[in-house]
């Protein structure tokens, strides 16, 4: 946690190219921050890229090297002010190689601090909540025998029935409809006009009978098809979630000791080379 004394702050990322990480500190000095605000760390090992590298640090820095217990290296980071999630994360990732580089600021410079890490390519510690929750709970074996605890789940199949079938034909349904047609019709109208004694002319030559047709309209009735409706038939697919249940066994680990043997001991023996 930071230290609110005096309101230092720790930061730290992990190189796994030793020039980045070289390049990192020459900028950090450059950026104002001193020996004593200035951490490195590597795993243990004398030869190769890593010799080569502390010998360039010793030159510049002028500082001495001891080394330590990754338990002593965990309570370190933490003192300097590393939050203790990304202190166990950086403690384990070191053990595969590299070299971590600490920088304790107050609040102001903090961020300069890690904006230097991470532009020369530094793992500031991103994934170590991600990191955590994989390791809570027990301590990563590197030996040992394993046992497999073995669960059963459910596993769902989903099968297509035929839930019916659906006919549909059409019937024909027999109505009487009236309809009022208006018609017309000729009718014979006779007229009787008073004659006045006028002289009768031609009598006995004329017409006896005069014939007059008579019209009228008749109603035909014609049955003619129309579309009255037209149907149109579909099917669509209905989205409905189904509960299922059943029960499902699994294994689970139980200890028994005997003797004098204390199961909560974990032993480490993991060393880091420091300055």
Known sequence: MPNRATNINGVAGLFKDESRAEKAVDELKSGGFSEREIGIAT?????????????????????????????ELHETLCESGVPQPQARYFNSALGTGGVLITVRADSAR???????????GADVGAG???????????????????????????????????RGE???????????????????REELVIERVPGQGREATGVGSGQKEIRV???????????????NEEIRVGKRQVQESKRVSGEVRHEELRTETEGDVNKDKALKDKTRRSA
């Not at 549909?168 to 309809?179: M, P, S």
């Open 128 to 162: 170590a909540a991600e990191w955590e929750r994989s390791q809570s709970g027990s301590d990563k074996m590197t030996d040992g025998q394993r046992i497999q605890l073995v669960g059963e789940v459910l596993r769902v199949h989903k099968d297509r029935i035929s």
């Open 213 to 227: 047709p008579l019209t009228e309209e008749r109603v035909q009735v014609e049955k003619k098809p129309v579309v």
């Open 43 to 71: 795993a243990h090992q004398e030869e190769g890229k890593i010799a080569s590298f502390w010998d360039k640090i010793t030159n510049k820095f002028g500082k001495y090297e001891h080394t330590e217990h990754a338990e």
């Open 110 to 120: 903090t961020p300069q601090a890690m904006s230097i890490l991470q532009r020369n």
């Open 166 to 184: 659906v006919r549909l034909r059409k019937e024909v349904v027999t109505e009487n409809q009236q309809i009022e047609v208006p018609v017309t």
